[in-house]
């Protein structure tokens, strides 16, 4: 009776033993030769497809993973994701429009079209839907559909300046410049912080009106005086629209507080300081270009076009056959190259 007792305890020891040797892990683990290339690619896919496994009808499951993919260009599987996260949750309106933009980056126009028209029968008094599906319209040219559904909204919000600012575009679109500034003021006169409408009107009037445009670009900047994309229109209306070189540099100077690794706005900066014969500048500038993006072919092309006004064609010709090397097709570069390499060699 005894040994019975000593083997049922010995037994239990066992189990228990095995038990507690388990390795506990919320996140499944698998040797790397098991993963699949799109595991391999981004990890978080091992976690989601073993919660999908576990959770199969799960529609927010489906949109992460659908997030998951797109970002290493799994396009088929994003948007087959996207497909059954709408069809589990068909309420959801912003999987519609998830799905909408899959299929239109992948070249699929037709089939986002209709998932935004479904979506807009669904949802009918919801605004941002009938925005996106204006959109959609007008991305396709159908100019009539887009102003319909924006009807639709100036009956559910006459003074939506969302609204506004989509029949600009619309306008803009089809070349009608007057119409679309007054739209885009209309927008900012019912949402006084619309900076996309005071870019757009900057835009617009710069050609005709610099200075009322610099007005918009101002609004613009007040807003957000950190839009580094703003601050950049700002800069170039300043030099190109309204010749004050010393104001559009002190705004490249405030870009490069911002983000020190802005390599277009040391390449503007570079392009007046060489417009102005400032040389060394005009050099350290597109010298920082390059650092910030060493693939920047024109900040190598014009440090190059420096160092040949200063005599230094050395330094030119080195940056030119850089350009030659990474843009075999930029014609310039080709030809510059080939009148520093004839100076060298005399």
Known sequence: MQSGLQFLFSFFI??????????EADTPTAPAENLSAAEKLN?????LNAAVKENPEDAALFAER???????????????????????????????HRLADYYLDYFRSRKALKTMETAGLKFPDRIPTLLKLSEFYLILKDYGAADRTLDRIAKLNPLDSEMFFMRGRIQ???????????????????????????????????????????????NAVRIDPKDTEVLLLKAYHLSNGLNDLPAAQKVYREIHKLDPQNKTAFHNSGL????????QRAYEQFTFAIKASPIAVESYYYRGVTSEMRGDVSSARDDYAQVAKMNPGFTKGKEALQRVTDQVAQ
């Open 14 to 23: 066992c189990c228990t033993i095995f038990a507690c040797g388990e390795p």
């Open 43 to 47: 990890p978080a896919l091992v976690k």
């Open 66 to 96: 659908a997030a998951a993919y797109w970002e290493i260009q799994g396009y088929d599987e994003a948007i087959a994701d996207m497909e059954r996260a709408v069809g589990y949750n068909p309420d959801e309106p912003m999987y519609y």
């Open 172 to 218: 803009e679109d089809q070349g009608n410049y007057a119409e679309a500034v007054n739209f885009y003021q209309f927008a900012t006169e019912n949402n006084s912080d619309f900076v996309e409408a005071y870019v757009k009107l900057g835009d617009l009037t710069a050609p005709s009106d610099p200075q009322t445009a610099l007005k918009y670009y101002n």
């Open 272 to 279: 007046l300081y060489l417009d102005q014969d400032s040389l």
